[in-house]
Structure formats: C-alpha cells, structure tokens
Antibody, heavy 115, light 113 residues
Framework: EVKLVESGGGLVQPGGSLRLSCAAS????????MNWVRQAPGKGLEWVSY????????YYADSVKGRFTISRDMAKNSLYVQMNSLRAEDTAVYYC????????WGQGTLVTVSS | DIVMTQSPDSLPVSLGERATINCKSS????????????LTWFQQKPGQPPKLLIY???TRESGVPDRFSGSGSGTDFTLTISSLQPEDVAVYYC?????????FGQGTKLEIK
C-alpha cells in the first residue's frame, strides 16, 4: 500500500527555519518524481517544488525560490524540504505528493509562521 | 508561467443533475509527441487532502466512479459529474503539469442546490 506521511511542521517565528519530512512507503522514491504542495488556511492549492525520479531535475515556485530546498534520502525513502527565511505568507498545510499526476497525497503537516 | 482559470467559482447543482466545471490554461498543455494533455483534476473535501480524479485530461483514476469524466484538449478542459450525489460536495481543482511551475486553478466549490 502506498503511503506518504509528512512531519516536522509547527510554529516558527518570521525569519526562522524548519525542515519538513515525508516518509514514503509502498514504493521507491527512485521510481517516481515527487512534489511539495501547500494550502494556506481557507485558500486554494499552491505547488511549491518538484524533484524528478533520478533527483537531477528540481524546480521551485518563484514564491519560495532561494529560500526552500528540496532533497531526499534514498536509504530512508524520504523526501524533505528545508524552509529558511520563513514569512507569514508561508503559513500553510504542506503536502508531499507522488508523481507528476500527484496520484498520492499525505495528510499534510501544518506550518505556522507567526511571532 | 501557465495560468489556470476555472469557472465558475461556485456551482450549485440539484441532486441527480449534471455538474460541469471548466478549466482554461493560458498556454496549451498538450504534448504533441505523446498526444497527452498534462492536465489533472482533483477533489478536496473539508479536512482532507485532495484526491486525484482524472489525469491526462480524460483518464479516470482507479476507483473513481464513472459519473466523473474529463474532456478537452490544448487549453480548454471540462470536468463533468453526470448525476450529482451528496458525497460529491467538495472543492474541485485542475492542475497542469506540462511546464513548471505546475500551477493549479483557483478551485470550484460544488454545492447542493
């Protein structure tokens, strides 16, 4: 069974950092591209970042470019996003998703940026 | 960037009636070499993550009821629910994954009339 479990969210002050994790099971990250997608409270979906199946191609939304870094650990079959210089507008539930079609989603982890 | 525009923003439909949601992209999302439209549709219910309904614009995901169908090509796409059921009340999103950034539409809130 395919499963994605995000963790690492929480309350952080503006300018702070946070690293989110996504533990994947039921498939290997080496076979699929992965994404981070976020949703601010009461708002729509916003794609954040993409990593190809071989890890060689990475994209970011302009809103996070230079502040967020996507990575993965194949031994742990886990995806990460390091978020630096956090702003109030980064407050959202962050989901990891599988494949270009986003065929599987985790339950999400809430990041709140506030003083 | 490709801008995805959905219409309407809100859609009241009677139970058993047809619901139609439109999605327009600012550029074509059709890959001519594969003849695939890089367009997906999602359903999101309150408190839940989105669920994939349709990919390649018209291919229904496994387990999705056949009352859901997708159509269109190039820049204009439609999600149709042939006979609205109470469990279909949700927000629906389209997304293109043709070119990064992989943009979503703003969402359409489907409700019972």
């Amino acid at each position: 069974e395919v499963k994605l479990v995000e963790s690492g969210g929480g309350l952080v002050q503006p300018g702070g950092s946070l690293r989110l994790s996504c533990a994947a099971s039921g498939f290997s990250l080496s076979g699929y591209s992965m994404n981070w997608v976020r949703q601010a409270p009461g708002k729509g979906l916003e794609w954040v970042s993409y990593m190809s199946s071989n890890g060689n191609t990475i994209y970011y939304a302009d809103s996070v470019k230079g502040r967020f870094t996507i990575s993965r650990d194949m031994a742990k079959n886990s995806l990460y996003v390091q978020m630096n210089s956090l702003r109030a507008e980064d407050t959202a539930v962050y989901y990891c998703t599988r494949d270009g079609t986003n065929d599987y989603w985790g339950q999400g982890t809430l990041v709140t940026v506030s003083s | 960037d490709i801008v995805m525009t959905q219409s309407p923003d809100s859609l009241p439909v009677s139970l058993g009636e047809r619901a139609t949601i439109n999605c327009k992209s600012s550029q074509s999302v059709l890959d001519s070499s594969s003849n695939n439209n890089y367009l997906t549709w999602f359903q999101q219910k309150p408190g839940q993550p989105p669920k994939l309904l349709i990919y390649w614009a018209s291919t229904r995901e496994s387990g999705v009821p056949d009352r859901f169908s997708g159509s269109g090509s190039g820049t204009d796409f439609t999600l149709t629910i042939s006979s609205l059921q109470p469990e279909d009340v949700a927000v629906y999103y389209c997304q293109q994954f043709y070119n990064a950034p992989y943009t979503f539409g703003q969402g359409t809130k489907l409700e019972i009339k």
